[in-house]
């Protein structure tokens, strides 16, 4: 069996996400397609690149990610830097022919995008983003029944992505409020639920997007006030080919939200419904079945989705515990290692994750001009 060398850039919270990936996938996959081996790690200096060493069991820590990137014996760049350095990361991954697992968003800025979109038509590697949200076994069954007509023509449909941290005027800045570094909550949750939706009843044809700024002012680290540039909330409008609208929205000022990404969708034959912190189900309500007498057998049934993966996968620690937010992200890099060992691009792949840049660019052209926007039509290849 064929062993492929990791090196991860950036050992914050989702550089340690994806190390967990990387250690514990042979545990939940057996057999594995491939040997997974932990090279290196790059941090933004010596002491806490040796720390990272240490804590996720690489072979070694640098300050330099080039390091990774030469290495002969590295493979796989995966890539959890913020997301104002992804840019020169992602290009030299590409010129090595590096497999590349990318966080979200792909880049910042439409310039730094083009550049990546034109290096990527020479890249011989397979790329996939991180986006994890799609391999619950909820999402993946509701993506199966869409597919088999199961609510028939969408009529309508909500989507949330909620958390509750910029609530407080006292957080401190940091690079997520921070526009130019691509901070805002548009870029950070928002491209988790635009994606969500997008894969599930996509393409979205326009969007009439409007974004907020809870407080123009926040306490840098020393305590000194600065400017906000970047959005709190995003509440979006979005249109489908069909004439069908629905709502998109993402908020880091919802009190009392925790991790909350939730969706319905509204069919002219049934629905469905999905809450992440209830992720152990999917509810379906079928409009065939019969309401007399008495209401019949018609309401919402929750399908018990839990941990039933298709194989390698569902064996430990077993189909019916329950599952949580690490074990997406467990089968998200899973996805990627098998195509990476069949040599074939996965989805999200990286073309999809410039088709989401496309999308979320159209949102803030919306914001901007206060005007419905004509979203961009699809281009990559699956």
Known sequence: MDTLGV????????????????????????????????????????????????????????????????????????ICSPNSLHTEQLLAAIEAGKHIYCDKPLVVGEENMKRVE???KSYKGVGQMAFQFRFFPATMRAKQLIDEGFIGNVVSFRANYLHSGSVDPKKPMGWK??????????????????DVMNHLIGPIDSTLTQTHILYPERPNAKGEMETVEADDIMLMIARLQNGVIGSIEASKIATGAEDELSFEIHGDKGA?????????????????????????????NKIACVQRFEKPGGGFPGPKFS?????????????FIQHVANGTQPSPS?????????????????????????????????
């Open 177 to 194: 409020q921070l526009k130019s570094e691509g901070g805002g909550v548009l870029q950070d949750l928002g491209s988790h639920i635009l």
């Open 118 to 120: 034109e290096a990527l």
């Open 272 to 300: 469905l419904r999905f809450h992440g912190m209830n992720a152990n189900y999917l509810e379906a309500y079928d409009l065939r079945d019969p309401e007399a007498p008495l209401g019949g057998t018609r309401g919402w």
């Open 350 to 382: 990286l073309y999809e994750g410039i088709h989401l840049q496309r999308m979320l660019a159209t949102a803030q052209k919306s914001m901007d001009t206060n005007a419905w926007q004509k979203m961009p039509a699809p281009t990559f290849v699956k």
């Open 323 to 335: 599952i949580g937010f690490t074990r997406a992200h467990t089968h998200a890099h899973f996805n």
């Open 7 to 78: 090196g991860v850039i950036s050992f914050g919270f989702m550089g340690k996400m994806h190390t967990y990936n990387y250690r514990t996938m042979p545990l939940y996959y057996d057999p594995m397609p491939v040997n997974i081996k932990l090279m290196g790690v790059a941090e933004f200096n010596k002491e806490l690149a040796e720390k990272a060493a240490a804590k996720g069991g690489f072979e070694f820590g640098t300050d330099n990610w080039r390091e990774l990137i030469e290495r002969d014996d590295i493979h796989i760049i995966d």
